[in-house]
């Protein structure tokens, strides 16, 4: 079943989700060679907490940490660790999910750490504009299957891969709602978009093949060739006047305090 929210549930869900940006973004500021991935989360932790949030995926289903850490080859759910150092040349999957005032927050990014090869570059920059198609079919009248599309002609196009074990959702009271949101297939079919609808869209892109494969860890998902693998995600409101992205970071709510 999908729950459309009510303007007021809206702003709620903005509220949870610029907490989601504004500590996503401060992760990607303390990317950097010689930083472990457990520091990334403490810091995450502490941040989301100070904020007044909750961390949502501590906890969900066994998981361990605030932050979902995916370096390089490893293609989302990448658990933090003391031991894992960045180092130049490597990309960061950041993911970051907030429940605050009882609603979700769900937001991912892909950082390079120092300079990356060209083609890694390349990855990042498309699967992001993956992401950007996808928002711009977030319309009310829309069906799911038009984001979809979008995202895989998108990525296809520039000859990478898209992941087709892991989908995007519906977000709200719960962190994954109705209904599923895949990044490939065919225009003009699934759910209609509707106002009130908030859907996390979250691209997976691969430079190689799209397999993946689970690590013994239960959680870590990795390219099967162990290629490099992108992933972005916003969460996005349908609303009369087209997407609402909630979770894209907003200047005065990030220098709120300095500003006043
Ligand atoms: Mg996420
Ligand atoms: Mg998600």
């Known amino acids: 079943m999908i729950v459309c929210k009510s303007p007021s549930e809206l702003e709620l869900m903005h509220a949870a989700n610029q907490v989601v940006a504004t500590v996503r973004d401060e992760v990607v500021?303390?990317?950097?060679?010689?930083?472990?991935?457990?520091?990334?989360d403490s810091f995450a932790e502490a941040r989301v907490r100070e904020l007044g949030g909750v961390p949502a995926f501590k906890g969900y289903r066994g998981f361990p940490a605030t932050l979902c850490l995916s370096l390089n080859e490893e293609v989302v759910h990448g658990i933090p660790s003391a031991e894992r150092r960045l180092a130049p040349g490597d990309i960061l999957g950041i993911d970051l999910g907030v429940k605050l005032d009882g609603y979700y927050g769900d937001s991912a990014i892909t950082v390079p750490v120092g300079a990356v090869e060209p083609e890694v570059s390349?990855?990042?920059?498309?699967?992001?504009?993956?992401?950007?198609?996808?928002?711009?079919?977030?319309?009310?009248?829309?069906?799911?299957g038009d984001i979809s599309s979008a995202v895989q002609l998108h990525v296809e196009a520039q000859g990478f891969s898209i992941v087709r074990d892991f989908v995007g959702h519906g977000?709200?009271?719960?962190?994954?709602?109705?209904?599923?949101?895949?990044?490939?297939?065919?225009?003009?079919?699934?759910?209609r978009l509707r106002p009130g609808m908030v859907?996390?869209?979250?691209?997976m892109v691969n430079m190689g093949q799209a397999g993946v494969e689970v690590l013994d860890d239960g959680w870590t998902a990795v390219a099967t060739?162990?290629?490099p693998s992108a992933h972005f995600e916003h969460s996005v409101a349908i609303t009369e006047e087209g997407p609402w992205v909630l979770s894209l970071a907003e200047q005065s709510v990030v220098a709120g305090t300095a500003g006043r």
């Open 225 to 227: 060739d162990r290629r």
């Open 171 to 191: 977000i709200g009271k719960s962190l994954h709602e109705d209904p599923q949101v895949p990044n490939f297939g065919d225009p003009g079919i699934g759910p």
């Open 122 to 144: 390349r990855l990042l920059e498309v699967t992001e504009g993956s992401l950007q198609a996808a928002i711009r079919q977030c319309q009310s009248g829309n069906r799911v």
């Open 29 to 40: 500021e303390r990317v950097a060679p010689g930083v472990t991935t457990g520091d990334l």
């Open 199 to 203: 859907l996390a869209i979250e691209p």
